[in-house]
């Protein structure tokens, strides 16, 4: 035996240098060809928030009322029973269920404007996506290549609305970091902290109810758990799971909250709105899905390194993100500290070598302290960095905020707000409703807060911008007198156009407002000096100034078309004659004035 032992000594010793010396290069290859493509990956990420990061505000439409409701609350100090914006919903009440969010948005805005509410919705997604969720895995000796590969994949679009959902994220992360601690053991003190926690979650954002779930979930599987070792009930955990849900009460509006919030699930409110649709109809929405069903497949595949508590949770994420938009970014806050739970699972080091040379070889209790350390250390001044720069470079001051908040249609809405009367009564789509609460002007017929209206009149405005045939009627029935919409209601626009009963006052291609055509409308366009001999002495931008000629051409063009299908060229050849004198260089116009110009005549003969 010794003998034996003293040969396989041999043999080993006489084939480790060239065993060294064949690994060698090759680990040294794989080691190269993991930091490119972990470099590759990292600037793939910083480009993704780049990208994204210019729609903070742009895509961020609540936002508006969102800052005038908590403005109204600080001044006032107490929340508003009814509607304080619109001028067709005045009796309808009017549920701050996100107050507290709202008053702090309003408090920054007060500050630094509308500039420092986009860069603090920047940085706290950025330290989120390039710091709290990659030193979460990280931490777990998960390499950064995976990291990074997976945050790839989970941007969407609201992870960068100001909107309270942010703080939603923040707050689901906290509870399952304090319920896994709990399960594995440490029964620390912080798990007391949840109801309090809860209390500040139920007066941010309407996603509180997950908190609730995430505990419910933790409670039920422990006490399976228990019952199968013959144990007793946790009545530890069963003591929170109750004081959470009598924390939940601890609202401006009580057990009323509940009812409010049940009411955005049994079809009582409009729900067509973009968010809410299915995720599998958006093309942006694949790679979110991607990585939920990569995180699906991992945890099945892992499920004895995972609590049960996960696997639910998980489908139930799910589940809710294929069906609901706005559920993908919540879907992903969810899963990935558990998917981290399953992939620190595996073996790393044999598919991605790396060394560790120097004292810290010795001591793997030092080593893991140090990297901990020096990992979210790193990560955190890294995210604030990148994510303040790509804040700055995208919007640097507080004019190009405004500017990025209205869709570049900062000027039409300014010319409303200073020159529509309060008596006015505009229809308005609802993003831009929620920009004219902003700027000022006004009440509006609709916004974005599609809860605070009924349900059959949110379905007669849509009738209205699609447009149906009785769009008119629905303008006569609410005696409109001024019309504010976006141009990408198209058919809604083009029906303007080819109307008789509507002026065009200003257009920047994007907003356009309307006036009745009526006596009392024309003396206003006078006034105003927006008369078609009068506009390029108005005093607007030369830019607005051109590009409302350009609409009041397309909007006589469209109606003189109109008059000739409806065998009336005399009257088309009134309003080409009329387009001709605001764009005389246009040939297509001349043109088209000649031609039913003669055809006039040929009718008159």
Known sequence: MQLHAVISNLRRSSRTPDRVHQDAPHAQTVCWLNAIITLVFTVNCVYLFWQHAGCILAGSYDSGWIIKTGEYILQQRQLPAHDIFSWTSLDRRFVCYQWLFEVIVASLFQIGGLWLVGLIACLTTGVLYFAVLPASWMTQRIPPLVTLSCLSLVLTPH?????PQLCSYILILIFIHLLERYRKGNRSSFILALPALLVLWVNLHSFWFIGLMLIASYFLFDNLRRLRSGQGVNLELGLVLVSCIVASLVNPYGTDLFRYILSFTDSSQWMGMWEVQPSWLMPSAVLPLTY????WVVLIRCRRHVPAEALMITLLAIIAALFVRRYLSVAVFCTWPYLGAALSTIAWGQYLPFRISGPLRRSKAVRTHVCTTSTMLSLAASSILISSAIWSFACPTEGAALSQYSDSTLEVLSFCSSHLKATDRVFNDPVTGSMMIFFGGPAVFLDTRYDMYRK????????????SLNWTLILKKNSITHILVRNDYYSFNQALKESPEWLLAVDDGRLSLWLANRESQTEQLNKWRLSDDQISRSGLSPDLIARTIQGRC???????????REACPSEAAGELEKAVKLLPTSKILRTEFENALAKSKTTVL
């Open 159 to 163: 992870w960068f609305n100001v909107r």
């Open 292 to 295: 939920l069903v990569l995180a």
């Open 456 to 467: 059959d009149f949110c379905n007669e405005v849509m009738d209205c911008l699609t447009p």
């Open 554 to 564: 397309r909007k006589h063009y469209a109606l003189a078309k109109k008059l000739l």
